[in-house]
């Protein structure tokens, strides 16, 4: 399906076409001293179409007023490869516009369309507006034109068709740009509401999961929990009362064998807000539309299409727990289960008891599990290999997946405050689902003092998180480690400012390798150029701002990238 884009761009070009054949129309006929009338009728067509050619110019012009400028508008009736060009650049913002009145103005421009190609092949034009009878011999010719110039029922039809689309066009045109400031406005708060809420849960988790009193077992220090990380954040999710996280548990790397037996177990943690007696009494009257659990719900093979909100809108969500019971050890009820059991049980928030956790199996991996670090995979040989190692359709949904997960994670225990990407690990040969993994024994560290009281940062790195997350593209941008991209010069009094030091000087080189776009993104994590007093991503204002210049560029560099809308 052609995008709006596109449409206006052919639209464009064809007026032209038309209204240039027409006058050539109109000049043979004048020849023929008899057809004066005629003459007049062809040329009341030909002002019709000018009419009609500026009244859309202008309405595309207010449609696409601070998404394209005057010049780009031009272009758009220069040819289909300009059109295209440019439709990546736009397509997305003039969606957002329109909001669900996008495909009614797509109708809209292409029953325009439709009807000046109707007038072009009812005159026999060709592409470029050439009569092509109009070498016919003399007699042929002269009643060709006769024929199409009786057919003035058809032209008042065509350019009344036209006339209505061009309304209706403007119309919505006008209300769409009215209801944006409302829509966008709406779009932002929503989000906040969910990022506010996905915060609150998995911070939960992390204070249940990793610090708190979930493990009792004696073989506690050997256990790790690696987090799968979502984005979460795109206008097509939906909030739920349960929100889906998905976890590995395994055993330490520098750890031997361990008892119980199991090792590398998926579990899926439903968490929820605890809910009131009389809140329990009205959700119990309504139909339970809980999906059953499948066999296998989690495959570590199949890379998503692209970054997808599965953990917020799972396709099969577990059903709840038959019998709630609070789980004392999750090491010694994963062993007892044998496999069997999916549901263990339910952990809750020792802190302000505020939510509650439901912990299910899901399945244990049948493919060796390795676990390797972003770091480590970018300082492999074969990363700069054609064919191994990262895509670069890879590195970008690493990019997005990361920049969402910053603004969801920071601060909740989870990320720490100077992360790099070390701390970015897979778990699988396909690189599409980062993991960040945390070893039990190291939750008594707070990661959100720890570094900055050991290793304080310059004035210069005005966000820590943000500055990571910039370090972490240019990586990806490379395909090469930070460390590895380090001059004598970037030397510094820390590791962190060595770092800032290094892609500082790189962000030039960004924008020949991946464009604009891209560099004005890892810019923006450098510099943190937001006029915020706060800039913590607990902070609303500074979050917005976060994610409208960093988060949804970097979703539209990949969805241009995968050749997809974004709506």
Same mark, same amino acid.
């Given at each position: 399906?052609?995008?709006?884009?596109?449409?206006?761009? =052919?639209?464009?070009?064809?007026?032209?076409?038309?209204? %240039?054949? #027409?006058? @050539?129309?109109?000049? $043979?006929? &004048? !020849?023929?001293?008899?057809?004066?009338?005629?003459?007049?009728?062809?040329?009341?067509?030909?002002?019709?179409?000018?009419?009609?050619?500026?009244?859309?110019?202008?309405?595309?012009?207010?449609?696409?007023?601070?998404?394209?400028?005057?010049?780009?508008?031009?272009?758009?009736?220069?040819?289909?490869?300009?059109?295209?060009?440019?439709?990546?650049?736009?397509?997305?913002?003039?969606?957002?516009?329109?909001?669900?009145?996008?495909?009614?103005?797509?109708?809209?421009?292409?029953?325009?369309?439709?009807?000046?190609?109707?007038?072009?092949?009812?005159?026999?034009?060709?592409?470029?507006?050439?009569?092509?009878?109009?070498?016919?011999?003399?007699?042929?010719?002269?009643?060709?034109?006769?024929?199409?110039?009786?057919?003035?029922?058809?032209?008042?039809? =065509?350019?009344?068709?036209?006339?209505?689309?061009?309304? %209706?066009? #403007?119309? @919505?045109?006008?209300? $769409?740009? &009215? !209801?944006?400031?409302?829509?966008?406005?709406?779009?932002?708060?929503?989000?906040?509401?969910?990022?506010?809420?996905?915060?609150?849960?998995?911070?939960?988790?992390?204070?249940?999961?990793?610090?708190?009193?979930?493990?009792?077992?004696?073989?506690?220090?050997?256990?790790?929990?690696?987090?799968?990380?979502?984005?979460?954040?795109?206008?097509?999710?939906?909030?739920?009362?349960?929100?889906?996280?998905?976890?590995?548990?395994?055993?330490?790397?520098?750890?031997?064998?361990?008892?119980?037996?199991?090792?590398?177990?998926?579990?899926?943690?439903?968490?929820?807000?605890?809910?009131?007696?009389?809140?329990?009494?009205?959700?119990?009257?309504?139909?339970?539309?809980?999906?059953?659990?499948?066999?296998?719900?989690?495959?570590?093979?199949?890379?998503?299409?692209?970054?997808?909100?599965?953990?917020?809108?799972?396709?099969?969500?577990?059903?709840?727990?038959?019998?709630?019971?609070?789980?004392?050890?999750?090491?010694?009820?994963?062993?007892?289960?044998?496999?069997?059991?999916?549901?263990?049980?339910?952990?809750?928030?020792?802190?302000?008891?505020?939510?509650?956790?439901?912990?299910?199996?899901?399945?244990?991996?049948?493919?060796?599990?390795?676990?390797?670090?972003?770091?480590?995979?970018?300082?492999?040989?074969?990363?700069?290999?054609?064919?191994?190692?990262?895509?670069?359709?890879?590195?970008?949904?690493?990019?997005?997946?990361?920049?969402?997960?910053?603004?969801?994670?920071?601060?909740?225990?989870?990320?720490?405050?100077?992360?790099?990407?070390?701390?970015?690990?897979?778990?699988?040969?396909?690189?599409?689902?980062?993991?960040?993994?945390?070893?039990?024994?190291?939750?008594?560290?707070?990661?959100?003092?720890?570094?900055?009281?050991?290793?304080?940062?310059?004035?210069?790195?005005?966000?820590?998180?943000?500055?990571?997350?910039?370090?972490?593209?240019?990586?990806?941008?490379?395909?090469?480690?930070?460390?590895?991209?380090?001059?004598?010069?970037?030397?510094?009094?820390?590791?962190?400012?060595?770092?800032?030091?290094?892609?500082?000087?790189?962000?030039?080189?960004?924008?020949?390798?991946?464009?604009?776009?891209?560099?004005?993104?890892?810019?923006?994590?450098?510099?943190?150029?937001?006029?915020?007093?706060?800039?913590?991503?607990?902070?609303?204002?500074?979050?917005?701002?976060?994610?409208?210049?960093?988060?949804?560029?970097?979703?539209?560099?990949?969805?241009?990238?995968?050749?997809?809308?974004?709506?």
């Amino acid at each position: 399906m052609a995008t709006g884009i596109e449409i206006a761009g =052919l639209t464009l070009a064809a007026f032209p076409i038309v209204i %240039d054949g #027409l006058a @050539r129309f109109i000049e $043979g006929v &004048r !020849l023929i001293k008899t057809w004066r009338t005629f003459r007049r009728e062809l040329a009341g067509y030909q002002y019709g179409l000018r009419s009609a050619r500026a009244f859309f110019q202008n309405t595309l012009e207010e449609l696409l007023e601070g998404i394209a400028t005057q010049e780009d508008i031009m272009t758009l009736q220069k040819g289909p490869d300009e059109v295209a060009m440019l439709g990546l650049d736009y397509e997305l913002q003039l969606k957002v516009r329109l909001d669900h009145d996008y495909h009614n103005c797509l109708e809209a421009m292409t029953r325009i369309l439709s009807a000046i190609e109707a007038i072009r092949r009812k005159l026999d034009l060709d592409a470029t507006g050439k009569i092509m009878w109009d070498d016919y011999p003399t007699i042929k010719r002269e009643v060709k034109r006769v024929k199409l110039v009786l057919s003035k029922k058809m032209y008042h039809e =065509l350019l009344d068709q036209i006339d209505k689309a061009n309304q %209706d066009l #403007l119309q @919505r045109t006008h209300q $769409g740009r &009215r !209801l944006e400031p409302s829509r966008t406005k709406r779009r932002s708060n929503k989000r906040t509401v969910e990022v506010a809420i996905v915060r609150s849960r998995v911070q939960s988790l992390w204070n249940t999961l990793i610090k708190g009193k979930s493990w009792r077992c004696g073989c506690r220090h050997s256990h790790a929990a690696s987090l799968r990380l979502e984005p979460r954040l795109w206008e097509k999710d939906t909030h739920e009362e349960r929100i889906r996280f998905q976890l590995l548990l395994s055993r330490h790397p520098a750890t031997p064998e361990m008892d119980p037996s199991w090792d590398n177990q998926v579990i899926e943690v439903l968490s929820s807000e605890i809910s009131r007696p009389i809140e329990q009494a009205m959700t119990a009257m309504k139909i339970d539309q809980r999906p059953i659990i499948g066999k296998k719900s989690v495959s570590f093979s199949a890379p998503p299409t692209t970054p997808s909100s599965s953990a917020t809108k799972p396709r099969s969500s577990p059903p709840s727990c038959a019998t709630k019971h609070c789980i004392e050890d999750i090491c010694t009820a994963i062993h007892l289960s044998s496999g069997t059991v999916r549901c263990l049980g339910m952990l809750q928030d020792d802190g302000k008891a505020l939510h509650q956790h439901e912990v299910f199996l899901v399945e244990n991996p049948k493919t060796k599990i390795t676990r390797r670090s972003l770091q480590g995979l970018l300082e492999h040989p074969k990363q700069r290999v054609p064919g191994e190692g990262l895509s670069w359709r890879d590195s970008l949904n690493i990019a997005v997946t990361m920049a969402s997960c910053m603004i969801q994670l920071d601060g909740t225990g989870w990320l720490k405050r100077q992360w790099d990407s070390e701390d970015i690990v897979f778990l699988t040969h396909e690189y599409t689902n980062p993991y960040l993994c945390w070893d039990i024994p190291s939750a008594n560290v707070n990661p959100g003092t720890d570094v900055e009281s050991s290793h304080p940062h310059s004035r210069q790195i005005r966000c820590p998180v943000l500055a990571s997350l910039g370090i972490t593209l240019i990586e990806l941008c490379f395909g090469q480690s930070i460390s590895n991209l380090r001059t004598a010069e970037d030397a510094a009094v820390n590791e962190a400012m060595t770092n800032w030091n290094t892609a500082s000087r790189l962000v030039q080189y960004i924008e020949m390798e991946r464009g604009e776009r891209y560099g004005d993104v890892v810019r923006r994590c450098l510099e943190c150029p937001f006029d915020v007093r706060d800039k913590s991503l607990e902070n609303e204002t500074f979050q917005k701002a976060v994610f409208d210049a960093i988060v949804l560029p970097l979703r539209e560099e990949l969805d241009n990238f995968m050749g997809v809308g974004f709506a």
